[in-house]
């Protein structure tokens, strides 16, 4: 299907790694399987091009399969509120403010297996940062539903998709459909938790 549809250079990339064969194809799947600190992944050896096709290719084929696994695992709530998957290790591809009572709580949603855990409400996911003198908001009426929450201590920022605001949005897709919050974000200074699939 990338060898149809999509853009010359990546259509081109995904023709030769269809022609590489079998052999070649785990290699390259097991290099975006999340890794352990025991088993940790080789760096990746292409140009940044190459290496952002092979991560293209190799995630919108794993990421469905990793979300399959997760949907069917028994995962037990962590006692201690932290900011990576507790299925599977991998940090957040974006946070969602749920419902709760008068107000709304925080969950994080992860960026490979697409399990939603609960978070603290005001943290910054990647440092921890609590202070709320150094933790900002930023939001625009072109994407109500979406906010950039950023951290000025680790110039770290995560798109938090508020389903009190809008109750059909679904994060994964809103993230994904509010690029322009993120070149923005990037254009401050601030770096993305995790990249989505497309690397932005
Ligand atoms: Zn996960
Ligand atoms: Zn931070």
Redesign the pocket.
Known sequence: MIQRDAPGSLAEFARSLAASGPSAWPVLLRRFW?AHEADPQPPAAGTPEENAFERFCAQTFLQPY?EFL?DRAAIREPEVRRSI?P????RPLAGVLRPEGDGAKRSLV??????EWDYVRIACPACEESNEKNLCVYATDRFAQVRVEACDTCRTYIKTVDLTRDGRAVPEVDELASIPLSLWADEKGYRKITPNFVGL
């Open positions: 999340p990793a997760a998957c299925y599977c290790g991998s992860c960026s490979f297996c697409r399990t």
